[in-house]
């Protein structure tokens, strides 16, 4: 006899978390195999539903999650208190709430983050890109990937050879190239990311247009490029502005983001010393990006 939607037992866990370690989940869940989850606001926390099958595994599943949450303190994150609590569910329930959680994402406005194998044939209407999960960063929804998407959708179309420093999933490379980039080179320092960027560009069928590569920001590059950008921690950003202007061409774009709005006037002091001159800058929550010009 086949099964039935009562035959399967699941669990709905809901864990709670501070808004500010929403996007460093995303590799933990994805860790535990999680098929999807929802996020549910509540207040100045966030929740987040996920669903597991009911053996006596789910708790040590949780209890996992739980602890690698709270590990995130060694990096600087806030998780704050991290509980969670978990209630029965039947399959049918558990199949399609897991479906919803696998729709595809406007991450900004008209871009789209699809599942990679998202078939449905009626998609709303946007640029799409297919990214598979994993433990790299960059699934599009951390304030600085956004405030980068949307500056190189209004600033860097149709460059020649694009540099994305710091290009965790490959987010921003294969946005550059869909967006006209003949030539994209994307550099990643984690392993991890290198590989799930460079099958998520295969994915995204750009595999004659963006080569991923593992290195350490520019060293070893040459160029020049026409058009660079950076989503990368404040530090890193600074130590290299200088010997940006070596590897780039005359009148090159550069966007610059992961910059918290607090450290805008110290990054505006440095740049009003290098051949870098600010064209746009936009804010998001804490976070903020830049769209500079090299000065002619
Ligand atoms: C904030 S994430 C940005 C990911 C993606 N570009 C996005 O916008 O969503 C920064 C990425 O830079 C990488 N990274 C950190 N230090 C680096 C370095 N010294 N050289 C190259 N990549 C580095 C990290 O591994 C991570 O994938």
Redesign the pocket.
Known sequence: MPLGCDDLKFKEVYLEINPEVKEALYPILQAEDLGGWNWVEKGSRLGCLFYLPANREWREKCERIKEKVEGLQEFDLEPGPVFYSARDINSCSWEKLIKEAGEPRQVLEGFWVIPPDYLKAKIPQGMFIKLRGGM?????D?P??RL??GLIRDWLRNYDKIL??????????IVSAKLGAKEVT?????PE?VSLARENVKLNKFEDRVEIKE???I?GLKGPYSGV?I???YP?IVSILPELDKITEKKAGLVL??ILFKQLPQLREKIALSPWEIIDTRVEGDWTGLYLEKKG
């Open positions: 790299a960063f960059g699934t599009g951390h600085s990937t980068a998407l994305d420093l710091g290009t965790g999933s490959g987010i921003l490379a994307g550099i990643d320092n984690d990311a290195g350490d920001l060293k950008i989503n990368i921690l890193q983001s992961g």
